[in-house]
């Protein structure tokens, strides 16, 4: 198991950058998590044809992680019709808000289904599963196991109990930390850096990724305040480097 980091940044790019998308990969199994705006272009640098993707996560229908799905809708539905893509491509998201949802859809570029707690996902020897975060509009974060290896993804949350219920004993946590401790309020909807680490060290993480950085820090900066709180593997994620799972 893999995982590319197509973008990093949140809710904007930093400059030649790109928002949240990932590309996971298993064998000849590929899925899309995220597709924030840029990582489209990205993508497909790595795959020959679109309709190589098994599937398509969307964590949240927040724009940093949808924008450029509104235009992979027209990619797909346009080359469906004519005869250049072979297939709908399953994607699975938030059913809310309905609007944003019902928006994902053009020519039936897609196969929609709703994503909740109580869903599992089988691909060849993957099981996914998920469960509800704490942000603004429905939001899941998600592990992909295989034979007692396990990722696991937060998407955007606050500081939760679930996050660290999904985090439990995973290989590797793709953690987002959109904050720093000393910009952090009651309402902001981000994990700091420090409560990234925090979370990686009580949940015996073997790998911490960072992601979903706020443009105006400096990479340093996120690094620092993690490492107080974490004293395992810790990671930046680099866009467009892939990771070992």
């Known amino acids: 198991m893999r995982i590319t980091v197509l973008g990093n940044s949140g809710p904007y790019p930093r400059p030649g950058g790109a ?15 995220d597709c924030g705006n840029g ?13 190589d993707l098994d599937m398509i996560i969307i964590s949240h229908l927040h724009s940093d992680h949808i924008a450029d799905a509104m235009v992979l809708r027209y990619a797909i539905g346009i080359n469906k ?3 250049m893509i072979s297939k709908s491509i399953p994607l699975f998201a ?15 570029a897609f196969i929609m289904k709703e994503i909740s707690e109580d869903l599992v996902i089988h691909q ?36 939760c109990d679930q996050i660290f219920q999904l985090a ?12 720093l401790e000393r910009d952090k309020t009651e309402d902001t909807a981000h994990l700091s850096a420090k409560e990234a680490g925090e979370i990686g060290m009580v949940s015996r993480v073997k790998k911490l990724m960072l992601t979903h950085f706020w443009p105006g820090y400096t990479l ?3 690094l620092q305040e993690a490492k107080g ?12 480097k892939t990771y070992e799972i």
């Open 124 to 159: 060849n020897e993957l099981s996914i599963g998920f469960k509800k975060m704490v942000h603004p509009v429905p939001c899941y974060g998600m592990t992909i196991e295989k034979n007692g290896k396990k990722f696991v993804y937060s998407a955007d949350t606050k500081y």
């Open 39 to 51: 990582t489209l272009s990205r993508l497909q640098q790595i795959i020959h044809r679109l309709d």
């Open 94 to 108: 938030p059913g809310e808000p309905k609007a944003d949802f019902d928006k994902l859809q053009f020519q039936d």
């Open 229 to 240: 709180n974490f004293d395992g593997e810790l990671i930046l994620s680099e866009e467009m």
């Open 81 to 83: 019709a004519k005869g």
């Open 220 to 222: 340093d900066e996120i």
């Open 168 to 179: 439990k004993d995973a290989d590797l946590l793709l953690c987002e930390s959109g904050v």
């Open 19 to 33: 928002c949240s998308g990932y590309l996971f990969e298993d064998g000849s199994t590929k899925i899309l998590i």
